[in-house]
Nanobody, 129 residues
């Protein structure tokens, strides 16, 4: 099991940017696929972005493609989510997730939520109009 702690959330105006960080501990970070998910009030948790453990391949939800960028620093055991051109509909609690040796390419985006086994506590992102 890996422990995850998110940070970097906050309040930002529409069109602004935020960078979320997720620090991992407990297991070899480089062997974990990492993902970001979000949950808005009254809605189900949904996939946002993921990055593979093996070749750095990145995967985005259509709603954030070209606005959000996921990256990882294996030396720092940290995964990031750079969020640009934020919209009010991006308001949600953002969760970091990890799964050992997960093959992201083999899983459709709607199913990724059920493939990650380790989760952080979440960080609130609020985008005002």
């Amino acid at each position: 099991q890996v422990q995850l702690v998110e940070s970097g959330g906050g309040l930002v105006q529409a069109g602004g940017s935020l960078r979320l960080s997720c620090a991992a501990s407990g297991r070899p970070f480089s062997s974990y696929a990492m993902g970001w998910f979000r949950q808005a009030p009254g809605k189900e948790r949904e996939f946002v972005a993921a990055i593979s453990w093996s070749d750095g391949w990145k995967y985005y939800a259509d709603s954030v493609k070209d606005r959000f960028t996921i990256s990882r620093d294996n030396a720092q055991n940290t995964v990031y989510l750079q969020m640009d051109s934020l919209k009010p509909e991006d308001t949600a609690v953002y969760y970091c997730a990890a799964e050992y040796h997960l093959n992201l390419a083999a899983v459709p985006a709607p199913d990724l939520l059920h493939e990650f086994g380790s989760w952080g506590q979440g960080t609130q992102v609020t985008v005002s109009s």
